[in-house]
């Protein structure tokens, strides 16, 4: 400021001292005014180069000046710097923002007042099949038809509660549904927010039909074990009828025992960690006992008939092959017992196991048996799904063995594959990795049964 004041001062003695050299004291006036209007003109000029920089906002452009100006001219550059590097925190803290709602599993979708989309990720996008750019100001009530959601939508707190909806790219084949929430922030403003919960759908249902199926198997043994235990009480009966009815007590028992101890099977395997690939089992040992359960099964379903099964056992290979022992002998051992059950009396079980090309090994049995129509292959893995639910129950099956297998191959990263043909017999083979096999000791010779 005082600067300011110094320069002016010296205009105007300059301006006088000129005016008084040229022409006197009236010179020395005209001196002091011209003086004063080029000191002004001077200052305004600088004034102006200010002004013209602030209104283009850039720190680079900054004009260079001495005096009050320059002083004000570091000062703003200092606080458009400072307005500059907080307008980069707050956008960079923006961006983060953002990414991370886009990480999120759930869609976000930001309203305004009137319902039109503001903003959304991408989940949100699969979910109601909008376009992240294209659909930004349009109205939500346009792009989502659902009824349920639009009567909930209308309403002020319609969908805080929740509701339940298919999502765009639901198909009979492959259903989506989607939980979908409306919160009101802001002024005005509404958070949209959606959740695959197919999954849960299909879990939730899934239960509801294990528990229902699982009461169906058990009651049924259970409602012939006390008929026959009331029968027992009530009636006075002759030695040879009192054995015959203990004897099918005894039936339904094994039944109920044989469903328990499958339940616990599937239960331990998929409450347990993954096979890790340390454990190496001999592929002999697991094919010896299931010949020996194979052997034993056939003459039990066999007795007092004329032909029995004719099993046919492959080479015992040399292979071990990592995984869980237990787990492995009960798939292998219930396709070995399922071709079993199902053959008739005189037809013939093939059990092989051979190396592929590729590295890989596969597991099969093969039985003659009445075969399977193309249309049950698909859900015959489902838990208690029969093709014939009597010839199963008359055999011993408790609709649980194939759905051992298929998670026990998928646990140890294998392949199930059925080939059947109604009248010609079927073939289940199990393909497991390359990476869960290597060689062991020499072959051994083929098992004779």
Known sequence: MWLRILSFFIFQLAGAALGWHAMAERGALVGVLLAGIAWLAIDLLRGARVIRWLRTGSTADAPKMRGLWGEACDRMRRLLRQAEQQNKDSEHRLQEFLAGIQASPNGVTLLDRDGRIEWCNQMAAEHFGFDPQRDVQQLIGNLVREPAFAAGFAQTDGLQRGIHMPGRNSTLSRPVRLAVHLYPYGEGRRLLL?????????????????VANVSHE????????????????????????RARYLDHMAQQAERMQSLVQDLLTLSRIEGSPLPGAGDWIPVRKLLGECAHEAEALSALLTAGQARPHVLRFGALPATEIAGISSELLSSMSNLVSNAIRYTPAGGEIDVQWQSLPDGRAEFSVKDTGPGIAAEHIPRLTERFYRVDTSRSRETGGTGLGLAIVKHVAQRHGAELRIDSTPGQGSRFAVVFPASRLRDGAMSAPAAKV
């Open 218 to 241: 058990i009651r049924t043994p259970l409602t012939v074990l006390s008929g026959f235990v009331e029968t027992l009480q009530t009636l006075p009966l002759e030695e040879p009828e």
């Open 194 to 210: 959606s959740n695959d919960v197919t999954a849960l759908e299909q879990a939730e249902a899934m239960r509801r039909d294990f």
